[in-house]
């Protein structure tokens, strides 16, 4: 008896981490424009999670923020300090709160890690910076960047001498570490333990990978697996997505690295195959199964990471033209939902926010009916908010964001969408039917692509709808094999 008390406390123990380590919901945030707390109008750690329960109820089980560490831009994305919190977003312990907070509803959180570069004045340059300057050239922090005497298309001269340093992200003043040197890799293992044992964060999404060693794929997917090592050796089972903004072929070497996911690019954005499925004429199931299927085919051991838009992008609803929309709007969230892997969905998004254009006007405030938004990002040139906020959104059943929910909420009851292994059993021009199975257990997907048919579809026998999720008013519907599918419609069947 004590025995099995003793089990039972053990796979009690275990349950919550078992759950956290399969997230497969999950929700960008930018810290800056989510929710403030303390009155200063810049969203905060401790306003995030004052909204936890918003997220939860959403059915978004993964958090990633945006940079959170102290930076002089308000993006962040150029660190000073990689081992603390930006005073604008609050203290470590914010972040510890925070991080007992997500876990304790089942969500892991994993925050953005910008190793390509730091600040230009992050104190690293700065050591380096004096001592070519009054020609010592004697700092252990010169081999820290990318000094040369030879100027190169993305170089920078440092002033008062005859160096130049490394800036991939030309004018960003954010010059490029040497992930050569053994210090730089000595402090990015101590930076990664101390966010994974002593912060307790689940992982990191690794920023622009692509531009570690530029135009050299195998040396960055070289330091992508010390990378993955490292954090491995810190907190087994932790997390990593890359940023490679790059097309299939070059994502699928990517993928061939340890790191778990990388962004589909592919499936993102105006000219990705979601919004490329569902524009035009007519609907288009083909291209997203055949889409589907290369990336399936291009990138087999790794766990896709679908999305829309993040915050370098266009949004959503700009992307597919759906301003007056809401059906293809939220079609669109189903679409993308119904892809395997970890879906990510920039915050906002859920609610039809729109922004294009400067990418502060694609950060803007979140847009709550409580009147408790923050205020909006610097550089903003416009503001415009297309679709009702949140409040409003959620006492109205047919809104896109209870849209959203019902569709995470899908993908939480039926683990397979995300993990099963795909079959494509039937598609035409409108209707696509996938099977996704793993470990002996399996479930269908049936997605009508047309924005007014109404669809048939023939299912396998013996299934019964498990989830149904329509864009409008109507319901799908089961005889036998024949199942009706109203248009926008998608189908879950076990
Ligand atoms: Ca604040
Ligand atoms: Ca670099």
Not at 22 to 31: A, L, P
Not at 285 to 295: G, Q
Request: overall charge negative; charged content about 20%.
């Amino acid at each position: 008896m004590k025995r099995l008390f003793a089990l039972l406390l053990i796979l009690c123990c275990l349950a919550p981490s078992a759950l956290a380590e399969d997230s497969y919901n999950w929700y960008e945030v930018f810290v800056y424009s989510y929710q403030d707390s303390n009155g200063d109008g810049i969203g905060d750690l401790k306003g995030l999670q004052s909204r936890l329960d918003y997220i939860s109820d959403m059915g978004y089980t993964g958090l990633w923020l945006m940079p959170i560490m102290p930076s002089p831009s308000y993006h962040k994305y150029d660190v000073l300090d990689y081992m603390d919190v930006d005073p604008q977003y609050g203290t470590l312990e914010d972040m510890r709160d925070l991080v007992a907070a997500c876990h304790e509803k089942g969500i892991r959180i994993i925050i953005d890690l910008p190793v390509n570069h730091t600040a230009l004045r992050h104190p690293w340059f700065l050591a380096a910076a004096e001592s070519l300057q009054k020609r010592q050239e004697d700092s252990p922090y010169i081999d820290y960047y990318c000094f040369s005497k030879e100027a190169g298309s993305k170089s920078v001269q440092l002033s008062g001498t005859k160096w130049y340093y490394e800036e991939q992200f030309s004018g960003g003043g954010m010059p490029d570490l040497n992930l050569d040197s053994p210090a730089v890799q000595e402090e990015i293992r101590a930076i990664v333990n101390f966010w994974l044992t002593d912060v307790g964060v689940d992982g990191f999404r690794l920023d622009a990978v692509t531009s570690f060693y530029a135009q050299d794929v195998a040396r960055n997917v070289d330091f992508l697996n010390k990378l993955k090592a490292m954090c491995e050796a810190a907190k087994p089972g932790s997390y990593l997505v890359g940023e490679a903004w790059v097309g299939l072929t070059a994502l699928a070497d990517y993928a061939k690295s340890d790191v778990d996911s990388f962004f589909l690019f592919p499936a993102s954005q105006a000219e990705g195959f979601i919004v490329k499925s569902m524009l035009g004429r007519s609907p288009n199931a083909k291209t997203y199964v055949s889409n589907l299927e290369s990336v399936l085919e291009a990138m087999p051991d790794t766990v896709l990471a679908p999305f829309l838009c993040n915050h370098d992008t266009g949004r959503s609803i700009g992307l597919l033209q759906a301003r007056q929309l809401p059906e293809r709007a939220k079609f669109a969230q189903g679409a993308l939902n119904m892809l395997p892997g970890n879906v990510f969905t920039y915050y906002g998004d859920e609610i039809g926010m729109v922004g294009a254009g400067d990418d502060p006007n694609k950060r803007l405030a979140m847009y709550w009916n409580d009147g408790d938004m923050t205020q909006q990002p610097p550089g903003v040139t416009k503001i415009e908010y297309a679709y009702p906020g949140v409040d409003d959104q959620l006492a109205d059943p047919a809104s896109l964001l209870n849209y959203c929910k019902a569709v995470n909420h899908a993908r939480l009851r039926s683990p397979l969408i995300a993990r099963g292994k795909n079959t494509v059993v039937y598609h035409d021009t409108s209707v696509v039917l996938m099977k996704r199975e793993k470990d002996g257990a399996s479930c269908y997907i049936a997605m009508n692509f047309s924005p007014k048919a109404e669809q048939k579809a023939d299912v396998p026998q013996g299934l019964s709808i498990v989830s149904d999720i329509e864009v409008a008013q109507g319901a799908a519907a089961l005889n036998g094999t024949e199942l009706t599918l109203p248009p926008y419609a998608i189908v879950i069947l076990e």
